[in-house]
């Protein structure tokens, strides 16, 4: 089958901790994103990544990372200088250079103890 | 500052009623808007799309509205059921570019 897969689907991590999150998509997409969800807030733009090797900052990048070394995957890794990083995290991909549908992952929610 | 704005923040409809959300955005690079239906732990699903060169796209008993000169698009879900009762978001798309959504309304349809 077809589509995109975040793991785990929930995490549980310690204050000071660095925590990757994993998405993998097997649509051949070329772009791919990162949201975050909180209630009342929507969906808000932390990354994304049009091609492999090149990704742009979104709209609440600060205390986050990622990478895209290859097509199918774009790893999200929360660091310890994220203040708030308890939330609900939504990747998605789209085919890419033309505007048209993106197709989310069921998402990780991810939990600061 | 979001880029899609998105009215209500919530809404109750009677069984059989016309749910409507509403959408305004001020990018006019935008091409593409889609609205998104998402269930309790769960991610988006695309529920129907249009582009700006149509002002009305209905796909069963959703309906998208489309006014290009106000900068406005609505969904209209017609005989609304208690399974339509979700969370919906409107989005924007520049062409290839990233992908913006509305701050999205709770949806609750009572039987």
């Known amino acids: 089958d077809g589509g995109i897969t975040q793991s785990p689907k929930y995490l549980f991590r310690k204050e000071g901790q660095n925590v990757t999150l994993s998405c993998e998509q097997n649509?051949?997409?070329?772009?791919m994103y990162w949201y975050r969800q909180d209630p009342g807030q929507g969906l808000r733009l932390i990354y994304y990544s049009q091609i492999v090797n090149d990704f742009q900052k979104g709209d609440i990048a600060e205390g986050y990372s990622v990478s895209r070394e290859k097509k199918e995957s774009f790893p999200l890794t929360v660091t310890s200088a994220q203040k708030n990083p308890t939330a609900f995290y939504l990747c998605?991909?789209?085919?890419?250079?033309?505007?048209?549908?993106?197709?989310f992952g069921q998402g990780t929610r991810l939990t600061v103890v | 500052q979001q880029q899609v704005k998105q009215s209500p923040q919530s809404l109750i409809v009677q069984k059989g009623g016309i749910s409507i959300i509403n959408c305004a955005y001020e990018?006019?690079?935008?091409?593409?808007f889609p609205w998104y239906q998402q269930f309790p732990g769960k991610g988006p699903a695309l529920l129907i799309a249009?582009?700006?060169?149509?002002s009305e796209k209905k796909e069963g008993r959703f309906t998208i509205s489309f006014n290009k000169s106000a900068k406005q698009f609505s969904l209209h879900i017609m005989d609304s059921q208690p399974g339509d009762s979700a969370t919906y978001f409107c989005a924007a798309m520049e062409y290839g570019n990233k992908l913006v959504f509305g701050a999205g309304t709770i949806l609750r349809v009572k039987s």
């Open positions: 998605a991909s789209s085919i890419g250079g033309v505007s048209t549908e993106a197709f």
């Open positions: 649509l051949n997409h070329d772009a």
């Open positions: 990018n006019t690079a935008f091409d593409y």
């Open positions: 249009i582009r700006p060169d149509v």
